[in-house]
């Protein structure tokens, strides 16, 4: 492994609880990027400039931190409380990741807007696609979605949020490319029917799972228990993504 790999490992463990991380969500677009027919391919290259969906596939999360996109912090996640069902659950004012799915996808059909709205809706599309999947965006909002969970993964300290974000990741893989052909190859797949409602409910089934632990002290024996499954995550992910976004974007401009 080369130094710069290295750095780049380093520098994913390190990094707040945001989303899938940056990792997760390099996996999941380098995925769909694969799948694109030639006509999504180009509008694509056309929307973004350019920029790869793997290099787009973070802008959200960054953007969150500046002044102008703040409020967009509540569109990455739902809450649902434990016991309820979607329909039960109060849903937040202030949107939350499948109202937004459905918003920006609206919004990606529209051709009567400029390139510049049509641009941020992909963006944003792209990443919570990714959110969508991971189990602790879709949990509940006693612990903030596990945020508040505090735990010890393999003695360092941690919380549950960011152990199901990013270091439940295996990063002996390598680069994204390696990480993702070795996905491809050992969870083949999958449906990539059903609804946003569908793909939520799926991912809410793994949440239950996620909180049995029988000590604060996390290792081997949960990361064997559980990757499996986050893996098999980012998969549905990228071919979702990318059957949505071959749909989206068949109309030639």
Sequence with gaps: MNRLTLLFIVTLISLPSHAFGVLGHQL??????????????HQIELLLNGQSLVNASTWADQARRTALWKHTGPWHYINIPEGQSLQQAKRSSKGDVLSQLKYFESTLLDQTLNNEERQQALKFYIHFVGDLHQPLHVAYAKDRGGNSTRVKWYGKTSNLHRVWDTQLLDT????VEQ???????????????????????????????????????????????????????????????????????????
């Design 28 to 41: 999941i677009a380098y995925i769909a990027q694969q799948q694109l027919t030639p006509q999504a391919n």
């Design 172 to 175: 002996k893989h390598g680069s």
């Design 179 to 253: 990480y993702a052909q070795y996905l491809t190859q050992s969870y083949p797949l999958t449906n990539t029917q059903g609804s946003y409602e569908d793909w939520l409910k799926e991912t809410r089934a793994l949440v239950p799972a996620a909180y049995q632990f029988s000590s604060i002290k996390l290792a081997d024996e949960y990361a064997e228990q559980h990757r499996s499954s986050l893996e098999r995550q980012l998969i549905r992910a990228g071919t979702r993504l990318a059957s949505k976004l071959n749909q989206l974007l068949a109309t030639t401009n």
